[in-house]
């Protein structure tokens, strides 16, 4: 068990162009989150997935903003037409199934748009 | 909607000094409660998962402890590698897959000074 992964761990952009984050979740987990972490605030909700089906959507997900868990493993989080109001911790987590709730989260991908 | 309220929102404390972090909630059902610790530039690392009032939980040097309107982290007697952001969360009951999510306070910054 290595822990929830995330690539880039780091991301510079300018506005206007595409991001895509991956992330990989602990083996066997098969619900996935996404949040996102403004400085100064806790993690916000995004969206989740329970194998490949994306089961919610935060009002937060406009539609520049996609993700995707294909093969119920990896998930990857793309935004298009990147906004400076897009700079921020995106974090990833993942919970076991079962009746365990707790999230596990990784270590993050920090974005900044310039 | 769920909300989550912590005080104060930085904590400064000399080493040995015990203390308390407050969380208030408000939940439409609560399923759990989350307490996160979160080092700078860093994901959340889970510390302890409370599921029903009167439930208390230990580690080291904390303690977590729930009612139906608040959980309070008891630090006894910290030391400087206790210095960390706070993060409380909740997750109400899920109904047909939804609110699954985590909704966050944003946290407590605590310094525990030598």
């Known amino acids: 068990d290595t822990g929830v992964s995330q690539n880039p761990r780091h991301k510079i952009t300018k506005r206007g162009q595409n991001v895509t984050f991956r992330c990989d979740p602990i083996s066997e987990h098969n619900r996935l989150y996404w949040y996102r972490q403004t400085l100064g605030q806790g993690p916000e909700f995004l969206t989740y997935f329970q194998n490949e089906a994306q089961l919610e959507k935060s009002r937060l997900l406009s539609d520049r903003f996609s993700a995707e868990r294909p093969k119920g493993s990896f998930s990857t989080l793309e935004i298009q037409r990147t906004e400076q109001g897009d700079s921020a911790m995106y974090l990833c987590a993942s919970k076991t199934p079962g009746h365990q709730e707790t999230q596990y989260f990784g270590p993050g991908t920090r974005l900044l748009v310039l | 909607e769920d909300q989550v309220t912590q005080s104060p929102e930085a904590l400064r404390l000399q080493e040995g000094e015990s203390s308390s972090l407050n969380c208030s909630y408000t939940v439409s059902g609560l399923r759990g409660l989350f307490w996160y610790r979160q080092d700078p530039g860093k994901g959340p690392e889970f510390l302890f998962t409370?599921?029903?009032a009167g439930e208390e939980k230990e580690k080291e040097r904390l303690k977590a402890t729930l009612t139906k309107k608040e959980s309070f982290l008891h630090i006894t007697a910290p030391k400087p590698e206790d210095s960390a952001t706070y993060l409380c969360?909740?997750?109400?009951?899920?109904?047909?897959?939804?609110?699954?999510?985590?909704?966050f306070g944003k946290g407590i910054t605590l310094s525990v000074r030598p």
């Open positions: 969360a909740v997750q109400a009951r899920e109904i047909g897959g939804a609110n699954s999510k985590l909704t």
């Open positions: 409370l599921y029903s």
